[in-house]
């Protein structure tokens, strides 16, 4: 009587002989070509953003600290502060001018109005930490990195009442964090909120 054969194990180590694995479909090439093809794609339209996409910061950008533009901001609004909306400041800078807007937990400050037509240089920049941009609702997004000022040139095309929205998760408060734009219209009249829902 002849030993019972020993059972052939694998350690993980040593590649199983001949050919063990099924050989790819023509679907799966097909699948896996048309993602490699529109990995290249993509791959492409980063640099061609970057250079005709026109989603590049318009202006200027320098390097600043929140201590320095805090201030800047201040004196901003010292200057040109026609009134105060529950206690935040609102400021109205003639056309051409710059514009100062700061972002901090949990507020954007302070609230611009602005006439419609008009160009500005806006500047944004944020006291602490991350902050998104966002202006609600037309569609601008915009990332605002502490320690940056963002000297956006700016136009704005409709009058209106404006709500800036903080797209970038700043802590406990950030969906509180909404500012305020209010655009006049070229005559220098501020819309009612009624006449726009029209
Ligand atoms: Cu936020």
């Known amino acids: 009587m002849s030993p019972a054969p020993i059972p052939q194990t694998h350690t993980g180590l040593d590649s199983p002989a001949g050919v063990w694995w099924t050989p790819a479909h023509r679907a799966e ?3 896996v070509g048309i993602a490699f093809a529109w990995c290249l794609v993509l791959f492409a339209m980063m640099p061609l953003w970057h250079l005709k996409g026109g989603q590049n910061p318009s202006g200027i950008r320098r390097r600043t600290d929140a201590t320095a533009y805090y201030k800047r901001t201040q004196e901003f609004i010292k200057q040109y502060q026609v009134g105060t909306d529950r206690g935040m400041p609102v400021v109205e800078p003639p056309p051409g001018s710059d514009v100062y807007l700061a972002g901090m937990t ?3 400050t302070p609230i611009l109005r602005l006439r419609q ?4 240089t806006l500047h944004i920049s944020s006291l602490d930490v991350n902050h998104g941009f966002s202006l609600f609702p037309v569609n601008v997004n915009f990332q605002v990195v ?7 040139r700016v136009t ?8 800036i929205i903080c797209n970038e998760f700043c ?3 950030h969906h509180t ?5 209010i655009v006049l219209d070229s005559a220098g009249r501020e819309i009612a909120r009624s006449e726009e829902a029209r």
């Open 29 to 31: 090439k097909l699948w």
């Open 156 to 163: 704005p095309t409709a009058a209106g009442d404006f709500r």
């Open 117 to 120: 037509g008009a160009e500005y």
């Open 177 to 181: 964090m909404v500012g305020r734009v």
């Open 106 to 108: 949990f507020q954007w």
């Open 146 to 152: 502490p320690g940056y000022d963002y000297g956006l």
């Open 171 to 173: 802590g406990i408060g």
